[in-house]
């Protein structure tokens, strides 16, 4: 694993770059730092709060996690963004979780907390940030990494409303085209935030940030910077 940072200026994103050899040493790595984040927020504060994200990396970790020995009753549930489609829809974040890890562990259903973007990206996202109003700062959120340089449904070119925990999305370049999303400035509200990057098709995003490009990615600024774990990409020196 190769390690690497940029971005430590008062008003940049830190950045922690790790570049992993195969899927399956990222997809444990994650694991691994999920568990361990649990373990010390229950310690602390006597629950765990992650933000999750959707994709096939993550479903490959949730995968994972689903065979882990956790205290799940310490778990609260969230995810980033989600699709305004049915809840039963193949496309829902949310449905991949469930199928993939939530389904089948102990958390207290009332403590996942999926977006409820079935309802249209604006009550939608009303309805989540009434969710997230008391939260407080999420212990660990996990995001992605598009092509273009989006996370969660932060898209380059569009106007985000940093001004509510949850917004709603319309006009996304990818379908559908509404959406419901977790603010960038409400994402920055974590002890630890990690993104996955794989694939080869993700290196002019991965270029475009580590050269000081302000994509959206880069929006996300939690005081204790973020990590970046990376598997098919180049890291430039």
Request: negative net charge.
């Amino acid at each position: 694993m190769q390690n690497s940072s940029q971005g430590i200026g008062k008003n940049q994103q830190i950045s922690r770059w790790h570049l992993f050899e195969t899927q399956d040493a990222i997809n444990r790595a994650t694991r691994d730092r999920i568990l361990a984040a649990a373990h010390q927020a229950i310690a602390t504060r006597g629950r765990f709060n992650i933000v999750l994200a959707g994709g096939t990396t993550p479903k490959q970790v949730y995968e994972l996690l689903r065979h882990a020995d956790a205290d799940w009753s310490k778990w609260h549930v969230y995810h980033n963004d989600d699709r305004c489609l049915p809840v039963d829809h193949a496309d829902r974040n949310s449905l991949m979780a469930r199928q993939a890890w939530l389904d089948h562990v102990s958390i207290p259903a009332d403590q996942v907390h999926d977006i409820p973007a079935e309802l249209g990206p604006v009550e939608g996202a009303k309805a989540y940030a009434g969710i997230l109003k008391n939260v407080g700062d999420f212990d660990l959120v996990l995001l992605g990494l598009g092509e273009d340089g989006h996370t969660a449904s932060l898209f380059p070119g569009h106007v985000w409303d940093d001004s509510v925990d949850a917004f709603p999305v319309f006009n996304s370049p990818k379908p559908p085209a509404e959406r419901v999303s977790i603010s960038a400035r409400r994402l920055s509200q974590a002890h630890e935030v990690i993104f996955l990057v794989t694939g080869a098709g993700k290196q002019e995003a991965v270029d475009n940030w580590r050269n000081g490009v302000a994509i959206p990615a880069t929006a996300i600024k939690p005081e204790a910077g973020v990590d970046v774990y990376a598997f098919g990409v180049r890291l430039a020196a």
